[in-house]
Protein backbone atom coordinates (compact mmCIF):
# COMPACT_ATOMS: atom_id res chain seq x y z
CA UNK A 1 0.00 0.00 0.00
CA UNK A 2 1.46 3.35 -0.76
CA UNK A 3 -0.15 5.87 1.90
CA UNK A 4 0.27 9.81 0.06
CA UNK A 5 0.96 12.77 2.83
CA UNK A 6 0.96 16.11 1.64
CA UNK A 7 3.18 18.12 2.92
CA UNK A 8 1.50 21.28 2.25
CA UNK A 9 -1.39 22.45 0.23
CA UNK A 10 -1.23 24.95 -2.05
CA UNK A 11 -3.48 27.99 -2.88
CA UNK A 12 -6.30 25.68 -4.90
CA UNK A 13 -6.36 23.16 -2.08
CA UNK A 14 -4.05 21.09 -3.99
CA UNK A 15 -0.80 19.23 -2.95
CA UNK A 16 2.03 21.03 -3.43
CA UNK A 17 4.57 20.48 -5.91
CA UNK A 18 2.81 18.81 -8.09
CA UNK A 19 -0.62 19.20 -10.91
CA UNK A 20 -3.50 17.56 -11.24
CA UNK A 21 -2.26 16.26 -14.35
CA UNK A 22 0.67 14.39 -13.13
CA UNK A 23 -1.80 12.58 -10.53
CA UNK A 24 -4.10 11.92 -13.93
CA UNK A 25 -0.61 10.86 -15.76
CA UNK A 26 0.69 8.62 -12.55
CA UNK A 27 -3.02 7.14 -12.37
CA UNK A 28 -3.25 6.07 -15.84
CA UNK A 29 0.46 4.18 -15.70
CA UNK A 30 -0.54 2.48 -12.53
CA UNK A 31 -3.34 1.18 -14.57
CA UNK A 32 -1.54 0.60 -17.40
CA UNK A 33 1.44 -1.56 -15.70
CA UNK A 34 -1.52 -4.03 -14.49
CA UNK A 35 -0.71 -3.24 -10.75
CA UNK A 36 -3.86 -1.36 -9.68
CA UNK A 37 -5.49 -3.33 -6.54
CA UNK A 38 -7.34 0.24 -5.63
CA UNK A 39 -6.59 3.41 -5.07
CA UNK A 40 -8.91 6.18 -3.36
CA UNK A 41 -8.15 10.28 -2.76
CA UNK A 42 -9.87 11.46 0.63
CA UNK A 43 -12.09 14.20 1.13
CA UNK A 44 -10.74 17.02 2.58
CA UNK A 45 -8.89 17.52 6.08
CA UNK A 46 -12.15 19.46 7.36
CA UNK A 47 -14.24 16.52 6.88
CA UNK A 48 -12.33 14.72 9.37
CA UNK A 49 -13.15 12.94 12.39
CA UNK A 50 -11.47 11.31 15.73
CA UNK A 51 -12.37 8.64 17.33
CA UNK A 52 -10.44 7.82 20.75
CA UNK A 53 -11.76 4.73 23.60
CA UNK A 54 -10.24 5.45 27.15
CA UNK A 55 -9.22 2.33 29.18
CA UNK A 56 -13.03 2.01 30.86
CA UNK A 57 -14.21 2.20 27.16
CA UNK A 58 -15.40 5.76 27.13
CA UNK A 59 -15.51 7.01 23.62
CA UNK A 60 -14.12 10.57 22.78
CA UNK A 61 -14.76 11.85 19.07
CA UNK A 62 -12.91 15.27 18.26
CA UNK A 63 -12.77 16.87 14.42
CA UNK A 64 -10.15 16.82 12.93
CA UNK A 65 -7.66 14.50 12.65
CA UNK A 66 -4.21 14.55 14.97
CA UNK A 67 -3.04 18.36 15.58
CA UNK A 68 0.86 16.94 16.02
CA UNK A 69 1.18 15.77 12.73
CA UNK A 70 2.21 18.21 9.57
CA UNK A 71 1.56 15.84 7.32
CA UNK A 72 -1.85 14.73 6.06
CA UNK A 73 -2.83 11.68 4.59
CA UNK A 74 -4.20 12.20 0.94
CA UNK A 75 -4.84 9.29 -0.56
CA UNK A 76 -3.62 5.42 -1.08
CA UNK A 77 -3.03 2.99 -4.03
CA UNK A 78 -3.21 -0.85 -2.90
CA UNK A 79 -0.69 -2.03 -5.88
CA UNK A 80 0.33 -5.31 -6.48
CA UNK A 81 3.77 -5.96 -6.96
CA UNK A 82 6.62 -8.85 -6.39
CA UNK A 83 8.80 -7.24 -3.97
CA UNK A 84 9.50 -4.10 -1.74
CA UNK A 85 11.98 -2.73 -4.27
CA UNK A 86 9.09 -2.75 -6.83
CA UNK A 87 7.16 -0.59 -4.29
CA UNK A 88 9.57 1.79 -3.85
CA UNK A 89 9.99 2.17 -7.31
CA UNK A 90 6.30 3.14 -7.83
CA UNK A 91 6.32 4.98 -4.56
CA UNK A 92 9.47 7.37 -5.96
CA UNK A 93 6.78 7.99 -9.04
CA UNK A 94 4.35 8.90 -7.59
CA UNK A 95 3.63 13.06 -7.20
CA UNK A 96 2.98 13.04 -3.55
CA UNK A 97 6.24 12.39 -2.78
CA UNK A 98 7.12 15.59 -4.23
CA UNK A 99 6.95 19.21 -2.95
CA UNK A 100 7.38 18.13 1.12
CA UNK A 101 4.98 15.04 0.52
CA UNK A 102 5.65 11.95 1.13
CA UNK A 103 4.69 8.05 0.40
CA UNK A 104 4.82 5.77 3.02
CA UNK A 105 4.86 2.15 1.81
CA UNK A 106 3.48 -0.84 4.00
CA UNK A 107 2.53 -4.15 3.07
CA UNK A 108 -1.22 -5.70 3.11
CA UNK A 109 -1.39 -8.03 6.33
CA UNK A 110 -2.01 -11.73 5.05
CA UNK A 111 -3.92 -13.86 7.67
CA UNK A 112 -3.61 -16.47 5.47
CA UNK A 113 -7.15 -15.98 4.20
Known amino acids: MLLINSGGVDENG ?3 GCTVEDWVAYDKTVRD ?6 SESL ?3 VTATTVRVGP ?3 RTVTDGP ?15 VPDLDVA ?3 AARCPGSR ?15
Open 33 to 38: AGILVS
Open 56 to 58: GGE
Open 14 to 16: GAE
Open 99 to 113: GGGSVVVRPVADFGA
Open 43 to 45: ADL
Open 66 to 80: FAESREVLGGFYVID
Open 88 to 90: LDW
